[in-house]
């Protein structure tokens, strides 16, 4: 179930046309599920018996339930470097990753006109957005929708990765003060700015929007 109200589903509904409008143009499909539940069942629908799958690091993922879908499923063969036995096999685990049928992760924000933003520290999760996969399925919660490039890359900056910081245990400045440092850390999780303005090969990048506040 949603944790907004009925109003701010109702809005959520309004934007989420607008940008599934704006993603077509841009090569990308889009999709609305007014909770997590609904989410869960479309990506299902979106990695076929057979599948070869992957994700990168994502609470969002884990927050809809689809994380704990896809770990349940045997029918398909799931790429998951948590289950890795050393540093050797995780690396390899990204390699594969990047030749999967699906891959999942979330976005750090999007716009209004369905252009996509994403910072990453080691660059797997952005590598496969831009190519590998035969599909890249991008889940995100209605509080990551951002007017402008400028204010995803802020609210990255402002809000995302002080709170990675913090989950994943980092030293970096933000994750000890809660604000961007703009740091050169040996862990800074910035080190790769993405703006996804189209998908050169058409349909290849679906975006599940979803009616409620995940992720960071």
Request: with cysteine; proline share 2%; net charge negative.
């Amino acid at each position: 179930m949603s944790h907004v109200s009925e109003i701010m589903q109702k809005n959520y509904e309004h934007q989420a046309e607008t940008i599934i409008k704006a993603l077509e143009k841009r090569n990308m499909r889009g999709y609305y599920c007014a909770d997590c539940a609904a989410a869960v069942e479309l990506a299902k629908t979106l990695t076929p018996a057979g599948s070869t799958v992957s994700f990168g690091g994502s609470m969002t993922l884990s927050e809809t339930g689809i994380m704990d879908m896809l770990k349940s499923r045997t029918d398909i063969t799931l790429l998951d470097r948590s289950q890795a036995k050393d540093a050797a096999e995780i690396k390899q685990i990204y390699h594969d990753a990047l030749s999967s049928d699906v891959y999942f992760m979330s976005s750090n924000a999007i716009t209004k006109d369905g252009e996509l933003i994403n910072i990453d520290g080691n660059g797997n999760r952005v590598a496969a957005l831009i190519y590998g996969p035969e599909h890249v399925v991008l889940v995100v919660g209605m509080n990551k929708i951002v007017s402008t490039v400028d204010d995803g890359i802020r609210r990255v900056h402002d809000i995302a990765a002080s709170a990675n910081g913090v989950r994943l245990g980092k030293s970096t400045p933000c994750a000890v003060t809660g604000f961007c440092h703009d740091c050169l850390s040996p862990e800074c999780m910035c080190s790769h700015t993405v703006i996804t303005r189209r998908s050169y090969t058409a349909d290849r990048i679906h975006v599940i929007l979803v009616g409620d506040t995940l992720g960071y």
